[in-house]
């Protein structure tokens, strides 16, 4: 169904505004930010937060999806809970009210009545965000909305969007930290077989005007159902003659490797997280040199595999979860890549020196006996990549450097 996936892209460029917006005003920014309770925090950080804008997004998409496909917001699933509570100590649930009247008379109350900001932030919320994408209109795939679950992350990366920098410098093009590592990701899911179908990545603060300061985003998608692929990664980055291109949209068939094929003198490159683990840092130190990125956010990471900037994003520890990795996934299934079980790679490689089947992400399964956020744990780590033939031949030379 692909009107679906022009809901997806207009309700993530409306949450990218509502994410701008709500950083305009750094003290009153400031009261937006509460720490997670136990069973929602993440276990990698000790003090994790949300902010009223994940909440407000969360609750936005869910609103905005649910208004154009009735029965579609009750399989969406996210990150946050939509109860926040203010300086006062009031619990308010935050929803998406029937006028942008009411939705301002709520908002006001976790803003401390701050009417400005309550009526600037229902405003957007109930704006209509005109979507221009050629691509997008000349897609026409017939997916039942019937096998769709949904997973959103309305702000990966918090902690950078709390922090707020704007002055980090990229290093070949992957910035480590900062407002660019932000990313709004939404991901559909098949809810019967697991696997991605659509996927739209947004980096709301890509690029800053040197004058105005002001932030511009930008925004991926992509769509994998059966034989049919498409994404809007642009030409630059979308190698290789076999794709053929539809505008600015790539086109092939699933079921084959699609990657590029490396030649001899490649060298391999490697986005992970700086709390990756100290053998597998050094390992991928060895083998890709000074390819090697460190980068924050796991949808922005992959978002750089995406993009081409680095041949693969490897991270081992259980602490990435499927609103995390749906969205990009879907993306680089498109590409002729995808998002695997790290643990079942190595496995696979070890014993048989090939990946054959690939052990794709699920996303319709919990962790057995696992409690709160941890039950959609990506248990064992990921790898996302675009070639397959890179990939295993990166993971042959890590086993070899690796204590299994």
């Not at 990701?185 to 697991?194: E, F, K, P, Q």
């Not at 996927?199 to 059966?226: D, H, M």
């Not at 092939?252 to 590029?260: A, L, T, V």
Request: proline share 4%; hydrophobic share 40%; glycine share 8%.
């Amino acid at each position: 169904m692909s009107a679906v996936l022009r809901e997806l892209v207009r309700a993530a460029e409306k949450a990218a505004c509502i994410a701008r917006a709500s950083r305009l005003e750094e003290s009153l920014f400031q009261l937006l930010i509460e720490e997670k309770k136990e069973g929602e925090k993440n276990k990698k950080f000790v003090t994790d937060f949300k902010t009223l804008t994940d909440v407000l997004v969360q609750e936005v998409i869910k609103h905005d999806l649910g208004k154009k496909f009735p029965g579609l917001e009750k399989n969406i699933a996210g990150e946050e809970s939509n109860e926040f509570t203010n300086e006062l100590g009031e619990k308010i649930i935050v929803k998406v009210c029937p006028t942008e009247k009411e939705t301002a008379a709520l908002l006001r109350i976790v803003l401390d009545g701050n009417e400005a900001a309550s009526r600037a932030l229902a405003k957007i919320v109930h704006q209509d965000i005109p979507l221009v994408d050629p691509a997008l209109d000349k897609l026409n795939v017939d997916i039942p909305q019937s096998i769709m679950g949904m997973w959103v992350d309305p702000i990966d990366s918090t902690y950078q969007y709390i922090k707020g920098s704007a002055h980090a410098v990229p290093h070949h093009g992957i910035y480590s930290n900062g407002l660019q590592c932000v990313t709004i990701l939404i991901g559909v899911y098949d809810i019967n077989s697991g696997l991605p179908l659509m996927g739209v990545v947004n980096q709301p603060f890509a690029v800053q005007e040197p004058k105005t300061l002001r932030w511009e985003g930008q925004c991926y998608w992509g769509i994998s159902y059966l034989n049919t692929n498409f994404h809007s990664v642009p030409p630059r980055t979308c190698s290789g003659t076999h794709e053929a291109k539809l505008n600015s949209t790539c086109q092939q068939p699933i079921g084959k490797d699609h990657g590029d094929v490396p030649s001899k003198s490649h060298r391999f490159s490697a986005v992970t997280s700086t709390g990756e683990a100290k053998s597998i840092r050094t390992a991928l130190s060895d083998i890709c040199s000074e390819n090697l990125y460190f980068a924050a956010g796991a949808g922005y990471k992959s978002l750089c595999v995406v993009q081409g900037l680095a041949d693969v994003y490897i991270f081992s520890e259980d602490t990435t979860f499927k609103w995390d990795s749906c969205a990009p996934h879907a993306i680089l299934m498109s590409l002729g890549g995808g998002i695997l079980n790290w643990a079942e790679c190595l496995t696979k490689i070890s014993q048989d020196q090939y990946l054959g089947d690939l052990p794709h992400l699920l996303y319709n399964v919990e962790v057995e006996g696992a409690t709160g956020s941890d039950r959609w744990a990506n248990k064992g780590g990921l790898v996302a990549f675009r070639s397959k033939k890179h990939l295993e031949n990166l993971l042959n030379l890590l086993v070899k450097k690796l204590p299994l």
